[in-house]
């Protein structure tokens, strides 16, 4: 199990999940995570991106998932067979792209990184 919420409303904006809980987003920001997922191609994900940030401050904290690079300064996840050996950092869009495949892994070493003593994934 992974400590999470999920499919919530904060401040007015939709979180998709929230690593471990609300509680650490309003009283640690850096201890929280977003993970947003794209949910179709007219989304203006500048816009949803900027929603977020109004809840988180720390871009790193905030990813992103999708069938495709969306060319954003946020970590992605990209969901595609063809993505599975994926793992590069790209220049352009100054952060690392992953293949989905590797979320559990990266979700895990982000609660190694702010001590989070509840449930263990891996």
Known sequence: MIPAERKIVVDNIDIDILIPNSKNLKTD??????IYFLKNKKEDINDTIRKISEI???????WLVSS?????KHNTFIVSSSS????????YAER???PFSEILIKINEFLKNINYTGLKIL
């Open 29 to 34: 920001n850096e201890k929280a995570l977003i």
């Open 68 to 72: 495709k690079d969306i060319q954003s």
């Open 84 to 91: 599975s050996s994926l793992s590069v950092y790209d220049d």
């Open 96 to 98: 690392p792209i992953y």
């Open 56 to 62: 988180q401050n720390n871009k790193n904290n905030i």
